[in-house]
């Protein structure tokens, strides 16, 4: 028979006992430890005992003390790693946070993701690049300058003025953030910092542009595109958010044929009885800006007779495939479907516009269906993509009658001219069709629809004339140039493939003055744009010399025109229009195109790390104008963080109330009690400890776990400091002298280390830090400490058996140092500042010693076999122990004799508890 058995013992304690099965746990260790030798003993033993010495505290009081680190691993640090690392640059380079409003976790989770890597490079030896930016320019700002200025209207403004308040206002925000994020421990070059008002990087982003123009992707057409009356400006696909709950009012028009076709006179009774088109539309607004009614050609059609829809009795034409839906919606009492025609013999039949009166066609389209509505289509192509692609085939033109502020013009008719389309003028049109009996059928319909991201309000297809870039010729290339980027998560492709993959093309112009102006001037006689290289080189040189403003304050337009095109004796005026802000911040590759140290054949970063929003924003932007310009993706590795959400779930946002401010977590709120000042490194150890690929949780109950986190590894470090305060290089064991479990449990530290360096590697920080944290628990504190403490206790002060366990926790110490130091900055310092001087070659900095390698000859599986077998053997004698405390048998470990009973000598675990027992064990045989 085998087995385990505890008993109650007598006093005396063996030896062997205490040092495998002892109990008390590590924390009960430290109390036995001693921040000074000084200290009167407690007992008349307590001088026969080397307790610990070490001035490093428990609590980390971390507003106190974080400062006296902060500056030798940040600014210092960045520096120095330029001039003295080694290896290869490594370029990470930021994506430009907009520089309005306060900081937020997700400011925090992103530029702390980005600093664990440059540090785990410095670490690694190389020199790291990481330059942040600010994307300064765009509505937000300028808004913030016209509530400074008192003024709703930008129109009423010279340019000019606007420019400078926004200027300022951007400036002070950018100094604002920059305070926040350098107190978050993120290493930079932070009094270089790029922004996107600079001179310097305006003319690299009129360079971009001017490239494009000149391989033939910047183009100017008169075309629908998302406009926002609320902002005043065309937006860009990528500037949208859709609203799921949006509420329209729907109207079924009814729209009288004025000309027929062959095959439609052959089904109706009466070629003289009125026919009507019948047509569906959310978007009653655009009534006026009718120009065809489009159906497709292979859907089957047919008459309708319907009776008591509450008009005289009327025959309709609608796809056959929803006859039935719309008997039902239209209510009406009795119906006779007569005939069939093909939606191609409908084409060239002709109705009344039944607010113009003008005649106008029935059309082919191909984005015609029978899934919802008549079957056929009100087609506006000055206020719907798809329309305007089936017109522009027939050379029918965009005609939009509503101006920039979402109001109709006079060629909408004077009954509406002056009404904002979504309000005022959607009622006057249903009430002028209402009274002349058009509308048959009017309800409120919920819908998807899109709303300006900024001002949260909705949207209008509107047609005007804009500047793209055409998306369509760079798409494939783009996508195949994807193929080489390592994406993190690697899903997160298929994401970016199919923002790129949806658009055609981007409409790069906006109609406001704060932003980088798009450098075109027109023919003041024909409206012919003047945008050619050559004249744009001219202009970038006006600029280098005036400076950007110029381009609104000087007053000769001829300035900006180069000699050639002035010699045609021709006159030109400047376009006022500026650039999208993803056409700002995509130029940014720019500035780190080129660097000395890096491979020219390789993309231009190594890293660029954002949220997932940016798929289709500054990813996408960055990628096309670099496949653009360069053929090539801007990027190596892609990374992707989630969104922030409360401990409920519940994505973070200011109208719920469940936000939380960085600062609150660092520096505490007013009732300390309620909300502890934890310092930077819980911040920092919270953003490592998440899955960060995907959407993550904050709140006072992760925050609290995190801060336990930290005083545990405070805990394992002052024990480790502790117990080697007395140690020196010169009392290093050789590893072939070390005791076998000293010997396994530097086997372990080379797996430690191995995994560590393998997360990291793979961006995998929370994995590394689950890593840490089991090695913490069960492989030093439960198990290493634990057989350990009595040498270190016990036996002389310069034994061999005390020098062997001091040799190892050096070893663990300085490992597990480097290892937690990409995260917590600062208390990897302040362990560092305490041991440095035990090293080989003491730094200032942890960050200038080098990341960890495992010693190969610390890789004893022999050793680990045999460990493993005894360390599986010490949780079975805690088990029993547990039992019999359960039990009231004993009531801790220390009153406890443990039998351990083996089947014979000949067994693995015989053999191995022989091989060790003269250190750890007294083998007692039980023969049955």
């Not at 609203?243 to 095959?263: C, E, G, M, N, W």
């Not at 036996?795 to 300085?814: E, F, G, I, K, W």
Request: proline share 5%; aromatic share 10%; net charge neutral.
């Amino acid at each position: 028979m085998s087995g385990i058995l505890a008993s109650a013992r007598s006093p005396l304690r063996k030896r062997a006992q205490s040092l495998l099965f002892n109990r008390s746990m590590h924390q009960s260790t430290l109390l036995r430890a001693s921040d000074s030798v000084k200290k009167q003993p407690k007992s008349p033993y307590e001088s026969t005992v080397l307790l610990l010495n070490t001035p490093f505290p428990l609590r980390a009081d971390a507003v106190k003390r974080e400062h006296l680190f902060h500056d030798r691993c940040t600014k210092d640090l960045y520096h120095w790693q330029l001039r003295n690392n080694p290896k290869d640059l490594f370029v990470l380079h930021d994506g430009p946070p907009y520089a309005n409003g306060d900081v937020h976790m997700g400011h925090a989770l992103n530029k702390i993701l980005k600093d664990i890597i440059l540090r785990y490079k410095v670490l690694q030896g190389h020199k790291v690049h990481y330059t942040p930016g600010w994307d300064c320019h765009g509505l937000p700002i300028e808004l913030k300058a016209l509530e400074k200025l008192k003024a709703t209207d930008s129109k009423k403004l010279l340019p000019s003025e606007i420019r400078k308040v926004a200027r300022e206002r951007a400036l002070l925000e950018v100094a604002k953030q920059k305070k926040d994020f350098m107190s978050w421990g993120v290493m930079g070059d932070w009094d270089k910092p790029y922004l996107t008002l600079n001179k310097d990087f305006e003319i690299r982003q009129l360079g971009v542009f001017s490239e494009m123009v000149k391989k033939g992707y910047i183009y100017r057409q008169l075309k629908p595109v998302y406009w926002s009356p609320s902002s005043k400006t065309a937006l860009a696909e990528s500037e949208l958010e859709y609203d799921d709950q949006h509420l329209s009012r729907s109207v079924y028009v009814r729209f009288p044929i004025t000309k027929s076709v062959k095959a439609l006179e052959s089904l109706q009774k009466d070629p003289k009885s009125p026919l009507y088109a019948l047509i569906w539309s959310t978007t009653p607004w655009t009534l006026p800006a009718n120009q065809a009614i489009a159906v497709h050609n292979d859907l089957v059609y047919t008459l309708l007779d319907v009776k008591g829809e509450g008009s005289s009795n009327s025959t309709y034409i609608v796809a056959e495939n929803l006859v039935d839906s719309l008997v039902e919606t239209l209510g009406a009492s009795e119906y006779q479907q007569v005939g069939k025609i093909t939606g191609s013999e409908l084409v060239g039949a002709e109705y009344k516009h039944v607010l113009n009166g003008k005649n106008m066609p029935i059309i082919a389209a191909g984005h015609v269906t029978a899934d919802s509505g008549t079957g056929l289509v009100h087609t506006a192509p000055g206020h719907g993509m798809e329309d305007y692609e089936a017109c522009r085939s027939l050379g029918i033109m965009p005609f939009s009658p509503v101006d920039a502020d979402g109001k109709f013009t006079a060629e909408a008719g004077k009954k509406f001219e002056g009404l904002f389309t979504f309000d005022q003028g959607t009622e006057a049109v249903i009430n002028e069709l209402q009274e002349q009996g058009y509308i048959i059928k009017e309800q409120a319909y919920k819908h998807k629809y899109p709303y300006d991201w900024r001002t949260k309000k909705p949207v209008m297809l509107r047609a005007t004339a804009q500047w793209f870039a055409n998306v369509e010729s760079l798409q494939k290339e783009a996508v195949e140039a994807l193929r080489n980027v390592n994406m993190v998560p690697s899903v997160s492709i298929r994401r970016l493939e199919g923002f790129t993959m949806s658009r055609k093309e981007w409409c790069i112009s906006r109609q406001r003055a704060w932003g980088v102006p798009i450098p075109v001037l027109y023919d003041v006689e024909t409206d012919v744009p003047l945008l050619t290289e050559s004249n744009i080189a001219h202009v970038l040189k006006v600029i280098d010399e005036k400076g950007i403003d110029s381009w609104w304050s000087e007053e000769d337009d001829m300035v900006f025109v180069a000699p050639e095109y002035k010699e045609t004796g021709k006159k030109y005026k400047r376009g006022y229009d500026t650039m999208d802000v993803w056409f700002d911040s995509g130029t940014s590759w720019t500035l780190v195109d080129g660097m000395e140290g890096r491979d020219p054949s390789k993309p231009v970063a190594d890293v660029y790390l954002e949220g997932s929003d940016q798929h289709r924003g500054w990813f996408q932007s960055s990628l096309l104008t670099s496949i653009a310009v360069k053929s090539k993706a801007p990027y190596s590795t892609l990374i992707t963080h989630g969104f922030l959400l409360d401990e409920k779930g519940y994505k973070m946002s200011k109208s719920l109330g469940n936000t939380i401010v960085p600062s609150l977590i660092t520096k505490g709120g007013k009732d300390l009690k309620k909300n502890p000042a934890y310092g930077t490194d819980v911040l920092r150890l919270w953003v490592a400890n998440t899955e960060f690929t995907k959407d993550v949780s904050v709140g006072p109950t992760v925050i609290a776990q995190v801060s336990d986190m930290i005083r545990k590894v405070r805990t394992t470090s002052r024990f480790m400091l502790g117990s080697i305060s007395d140690f020196s290089l010169k009392d290093t064991v050789p590893y072939d002298q070390l005791q076998p479990v000293d010997q396994y449990m530097l086997h372990e530290l080379a797996q430690f280390t191995t995994s560590m360096t393998q997360s990291y590697e793979a961006f995998d920080f929370n994995g590394a830090m689950q890593t840490l944290q089991h090695f913490t628990a069960n492989t030093l504190s439960s198990f290493y400490f634990d057989v350990i403490k009595d040498r270190l206790y016990n036996d002389p002060q310069n034994s061999h058996s005390r020098r062997t366990a001091q040799t190892v926790l050096a070893a663990v110490l300085n490992t597990y140092t480097l290892t937690l130091a990409p995260v917590t900055v600062h208390t990897a310092e302040e362990i560092y500042e305490q041991y440095k001087e035990q090293t080989e070659q003491p730094q200032s900095s942890v960050f200038k010693v080098r990341w960890p390698t495992a010693n190969s000859q610390w890789d004893n599986l022999a050793v680990k076999e045999e460990w493993d077998i005894l360390r599986s053997l010490k949780v079975e004698v805690n088990r029993v122990l547990e039992i019999a405390r359960q039990d009231k048998n004993i009531r801790s470990s220390q009153e406890a004799t443990v039998d351990i009973f083996l089947p014979d000598s000949s067994s693995v675990i015989s053999q191995v508890i022989q091989k060790h027992g003269m250190y750890y064990l007294h083998v007692y045989e039980h023969k049955s």
